[in-house]
């Protein structure tokens, strides 16, 4: 019975009436000796048409009634009564279906809730990093300005010494603006790709000629690792693919070991994608931070991190970049043994 559709229960119960009218007709006609037995079956076939009528429509006018309430709710949807009712007389278990559908519609509510307070805790986050990190700058900016104007400028080395540090303050200002409305650029595909086929080796071999004062002064060493192919051609936007191998190497640079430290790049062939992998010796990263490294300021070594520079939002750069290309960017850590950060790029022909 519940697993039946309106018309199996308009049936059921059609019978039911009819065959109990039967027996009832059937009983009083033979104590009162006049029993026809023709006219009982025609009687009785009336009566149950009669009432399979009236009973199939009564249920389905109630239960298809409620049922497009359910589903106007939880669909948000529209239509006719007449589309509806034609649509669910198509369904063969309709209270299966609608019992599945409510079930589906509360998973699908419940990862919403979900999603939306996530988003909401890292909109505080965000927020909160956003303020934390002008606010350091403006705050400096302010107190260089408040000691020149009471009476710094009179002094020739303070006045250029703290113009000098409020100039330092704003350029950072300027940068995280700038890396801010990068990401907002790649998030909504504003800022356009330029493909082009390129050698991935040389383009490693400029930024460590760029990089490589910085490695100097922290005594890393800079190395490709060995490759039988003196080009690895891939096709993507090169300046872009520029910036995130700059951001990668300045990454392990930033979070090296005193002694023996060492930054290394190596290429992978993955039949139609090339791997391309920057892995250092560091300090290495706890498996409780990995999951957050590509958040937009989020750092391992808050303290540390502040001194060495840089806006934190270098790992969210890369990682917009690298699915800007329709690409995959991972990393894996180890506390004390190093980080090594991995993309693949489209080769080139």
Known sequence: MYNSNPKKIALNNAVFIALFFLLMYALITILLGQFHLLS????????????????????????????????????NIKVSKKTFLEQMKETPDLLENVNQDVLDWVVNKSKEVEDLKKLEIYRK?????????????????QGYISTLLEGGMEDAAINKEYLERSEKNVNRMISILHDLEEISRLETGELKLHYTHFDIIALVKEVFEHLHIK?????????????????????????????VLINLI??????????????????????KLMLIEVADNGIGVSEADIPRLFERFYRTDKGRARTEGGTGLGLSIVK???EAHQQTI????????????????????
């Open 320 to 322: 917009h970049i690298i």
């Open 250 to 271: 300045e990454n392990s640079l930033k979070y090296s070991k005193d002694e023996n430290a060492s930054t290394k790049v190596s290429f992978y062939d993955m039949d």
């Open 40 to 75: 009982l079956l025609l009687l009785t076939a009336g009566i149950f048409v009669f009432s399979f009528i009236i009973i199939n429509y009564s249920v389905e006018k109630f239960i298809y009634q409620k049922i497009r309430i359910i589903y106007k709710n939880i669909h």
């Open 215 to 243: 490695a100097e002064q922290k005594n890393i060493i800079l190395k490709i690792a060995p490759t039988d192919e003196k080009q690895k051609i891939v096709e993507a936007d090169r300046e872009r693919i520029r910036q």
């Open 330 to 349: 991972n990393v894996r850590s180890t506390l004390g043994v190093g980080t090594t950060f991995g993309f693949t790029l489209q080769k080139g022909g």
């Open 125 to 141: 986050e965000y927020i909160g990093n956003v303020s934390h990190e002008l606010k350091t700058p403006v705050f400096n900016i």
